[in-house]
């Protein structure tokens, strides 16, 4: 929880940077941005960061 | 029930949120006690442009003869420029009505009031659906020693209508972009416009270099800017409103005399007489309705959204208010998430913004720097004879972050649109900077702007 | 070695080149037998706009009686025309010259031509520098069938001092940017304007759609356009020049009459006459100048950039290319890595492209999906009284991945930065459609195209 409670509220920026589209998707898919590494500058995350986040997830909860 | 969504007004936000519903396979239905389109589309966003156009266009021949190309004598028909105005809206709010019965819509016409929950009053009938959105807009601020009566003291309702002749000397209260807009529509049909804004500076919201680089334009094509000042008053006398003025630092006071004064000090949204206490919607003090992210009120099924939410007073928030609450209503996981909201001032040159001002983005302790390209120095603003303004960049010097874009430049609502989306695609300076802009356009000097937060911009010397 | 950089052109590409070597701490020359500024700023880009400017305002002085607006008789002092239109190219390459001094870059005057592969004639001195840049340009491609005489056949540059009077029936051959802006520039000064084009299209490069849209609105101002035609030859009467034209197609031939023909059909490399050979820098058949990404020819410390390079011939691709070649120089990382290089048509509407056409997006294996948003539907192109265009939007229906964007639209260059920086940021087209656009705005059409790709605009039914 205490990873959760946020990169957006702790980090310098005030929002987790990422793409519109991503935040749509993570929002989708009930994934958290705040725990996700983005790989664009300055971490900014991407569709396919929160693919890859939501793939692992998956295979982990399989496992 | 009757409806999946019944949506109250049928402004931006409203009509927006219903045909996103429509589109997402709800049953959908809209009381409207005036006309569809709602402010934005009847008496704010597009008759004013309408006008701004128009006056741009008188502005723009008399200098023409910088190119050698002078007109005879100029004539205005101001009875076909208000028809051609009330055309433009007519096909618009047409096509808001034609849009709804494509995507069917239920339009229903009256004055809605909540009877309980589900239940809204809309005319003489009665109308049951699972959710609701509020979409009743705002009104204009009164100032109670200006009561509006829209000959002499007129709100932007009236001056609207454009009076036959123009006024000879008009007074707009307040400097946002209502009273600006009008001012410069005025003061190109031939009216001497004096403006005057309580804050210190124009567009009080803006940067504030952006705000002083308009005013410095505004004031090059004549009209008169006063700002830390305030009106208090006005006697009627044979030769027109006697205006008492008052300089708000120094408390000094004078008389002026105008023919017209446009009171324009702000809107406040309508949420009196809807029966939201009896259903339980919370409201604030200053009547502004109380939503979270995906715009539920504090009675989960019923929404609101646009000016009754809260500033800023924009359309084009409305409307994406509207396209969420619709989506959450159909399912979707939607919510209001945005980096910046975009205002524009549509004078000549346009104010445009978007993201943070340099004193915001201090205050929240970035440690910014600056980039800055004037259209002085663009080829392209050159050759359309408009060369006031510039751009300006807010940036965070430790990320590279583009925190806000400032834009006074002809064309600066369209230049937006690429300011607009850097900041929700959360790009660095550098991404702008290393985009190709095409040549020779005025979008080259967001380029410039961006090169010039690393001083490496090329047709500028950057210090 | 006198220089870190020797400079050959001081056209957008070389001036470029040169000032970025300068910020980035090199010793820099150029060389430059001409005015600065090269073709771009001389006898290209920016003169071309300006009259273009002089036309619109000519045209949009015609249409105000829409909104009741009339004048007495034009005028035109076309002497007056074309001295604002060189000061404002004086003003600008003034402006080089400026940032020349500024950067201390020596700017050397004269032919320049390779003695060595360090060492470079130019006119009498012999200069050394440890890298070169060549940056020559290009001239107008002639057709042998019109021999330019500058006043019966002309090429761009004869056609950008306009004649008194005006021309009474013009042919434009070839139907490129060049073409066809003259073709709009002569219409608006009240010749009689047609243009044939070999291919089956005009802006043979462009979307086929947007191609058609912009023709439809051309010949709709008056100006005859004939696709898949050619112009044979020509000969000299008492009343004018009568030119045979040969439908590709059908082979069949007629006579037209003419004052005036502007040869309009491309640009070739200026690379001979430089003593490449001698210094071992290939160049192809057709004349360009081979480089890897960073710019550099067969000789690493020898480089190319702008139009002597390759196509397309575009003042940007000629600056961003120089801003590269200097980095490289400099050290750093830097290569000619864009994902779509812009371009534009600066005719009203503006015909304004990146990226992918559907055509080569589907040759290219996508599974192309396509949104459109007509600017009739635009409520602020309606109060701008100029509704003609289109935004199309190419995505790849798999990714969602934007492909292109394809504008004919008023102002289409301005809405430009927001395709070029979306293409470069690798948005999908969800990214445009939630990012809030202003409004009313012409940008808004941007983002409505978006919503169509997805079936989900809202000013239009998405069929
Ligand atoms: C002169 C002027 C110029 C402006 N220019 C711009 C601009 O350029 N750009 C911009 O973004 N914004 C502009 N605005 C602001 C913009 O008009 C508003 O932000 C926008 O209209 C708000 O939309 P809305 O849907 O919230 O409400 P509104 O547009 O106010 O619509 C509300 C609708 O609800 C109806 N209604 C209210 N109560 C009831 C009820 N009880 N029953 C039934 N129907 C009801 C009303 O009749 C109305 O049609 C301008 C405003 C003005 C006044
Ligand atoms: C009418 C017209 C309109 C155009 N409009 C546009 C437009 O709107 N947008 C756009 O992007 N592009 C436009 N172009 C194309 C644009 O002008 C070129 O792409 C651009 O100028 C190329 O830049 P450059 O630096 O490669 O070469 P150039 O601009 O051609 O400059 C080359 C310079 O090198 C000098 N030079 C050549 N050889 C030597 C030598 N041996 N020694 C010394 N100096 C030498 C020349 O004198 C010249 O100054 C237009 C072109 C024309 C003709």
Redesign the interface.
């Known amino acids: 929880e205490a990873a959760r409670s946020g990169r957006a509220s702790t980090n310098r920026y005030g929002r987790v940077l990422a793409v519109p589209a991503a935040r749509q998707l993570a929002r989708e898919l009930g994934v958290p941005l705040e725990e996700i590494a983005g790989s664009g500058p300055n971490g900014r995350i991407r569709v396919s960061d929160v693919q890859a986040y939501a793939q692992r997830g998956e295979s982990a909860a399989a496992q | 029930m009757d409806y999946d969504l019944l949506v109250i007004g049928a402004g931006?936000g409203g009509?927006?949120a219903a045909?996103?519903a429509a589109?997402l396979g709800l049953k959908t239905a809209v009381a409207e006690m005036g006309n569809v389109g709602g402010v934005?589309?009847n008496i704010g966003?597009?008759p004013t442009?309408?006008l701004?156009?128009?006056g741009e266009?008188?502005r723009?021949?008399k200098h023409?003869s910088?190119?050698?190309?002078?007109?005879?004598?100029?004539?205005?028909?101001?009875?076909?420029?208000n028809?051609?105005?009330d055309g433009?809206v007519k096909?618009?709010t047409g096509?808001v009505s034609t849009?709804f019965k494509?995507n069917k819509i239920t339009h229903l016409v009256g004055r809605a009031r909540f009877v309980d929950a589900h239940t809204v009053q809309v005319g003489d009938q009665k109308v049951t659906a699972k959710n609701i959105i509020i979409a009743t807009g705002s009104e204009p601020a009164a100032l109670p020693a200006f009561p509006v009566d829209q000959q002499a003291i007129v709100d932007s309702t009236g001056a609207l209508v454009v009076p036959d002749p123009v006024p000879g000397r008009m007074l707009a209260i307040g400097a946002g972009a209502i009273g600006l807009e009008f001012a410069q529509v005025y003061n190109n049909l031939g009216t001497r416009v004096k403006v005057i804004e309580f804050a210190p500076q124009i567009v009080p919201a803006a940067d504030a270099d952006a705000s002083k680089e308009l005013a410095k334009s505004l004031k090059k094509q004549g009209i008169e800017i006063e700002v830390a000042t305030k009106a208090n008053g006005f006697e009627r006398k044979s030769d027109g409103l006697h205006v008492e003025l008052e300089d708000v630092k120094t408390g000094q006071k004078r008389i002026e005399v105008f023919d017209r004064v446009l009171v324009a000090v702000g809107r406040r949204p309508r949420s009196a007489d809807l029966g939201l206490e009896a259903v339980g919607v919370k409201v604030s003090e200053r009547g502004f309705i109380g939503v979270n992210k995906q715009m539920q009120t504090s009675v989960p099924h019923i929404y609101a959204i646009g000016d009754v939410v809260g500033n800023p007073m924009?359309?084009?928030?409305a409307?994406?208010e509207g396209l969420v609450a619709a989506e959450v209503i159909a399912g979707?996981?939607?919510?209001m998430?945005?980096?910046?909201?975009?205002?524009?001032v549509y004078t000549t040159p346009e104010l445009?913004s978007v993201g943070l001002t340099e004193a915001e983005a201090k205050e929240?302790?970035?440690k910014v720097k600056i980039g800055n390209f004037p259209l002085s120095?663009s080829?392209?603003a050159?050759?359309?004879?408009d060369t006031d303004g510039f751009v300006k960049m807010v940036a965070?010097a430790?990320?590279?972050?583009l925190l806000g874009v400032h834009i006074v430049a002809p064309?600066g609502?369209?230049?937006?649109?690429?300011a607009?989306?850097?900041l929700?695609?959360?790009?660095?300076v550098?991404?702008?900077a290393?985009?190709?802009?095409?040549?020779?356009?005025?979008?080259?000097s967001?380029l410039e702007a961006a090169e010039n937060v690393h001083?490496?911009a090329?047709?500028i010397?950057?210090r």
């Open positions: 931006p009509y927006h045909i996103r589109q934005c589309l966003c597009i442009k309408a701004l156009h128009a266009e008188i723009s021949s023409a910088d190119f050698g190309l002078t007109f005879g004598e100029m004539r205005l028909d101001i009875a076909k420029l028809g051609w105005k433009i096909k618009l096509g849009l494509a924009l359309a084009h928030k409307m994406k979707k996981k939607s919510e998430d945005v980096v910046g909201i975009p205002s524009v445009a929240r302790g970035f120095a080829g392209r050159m050759t359309l004879g965070d430790d990320s590279d972050l064309h609502s369209d230049l937006l649109g690429e607009g989306l850097a929700e695609m959360a790009a660095t550098t991404d702008v290393l985009t190709i802009h095409a040549h020779p356009t005025l979008a080259e967001i001083k490496q090329i047709h010397l950057n």
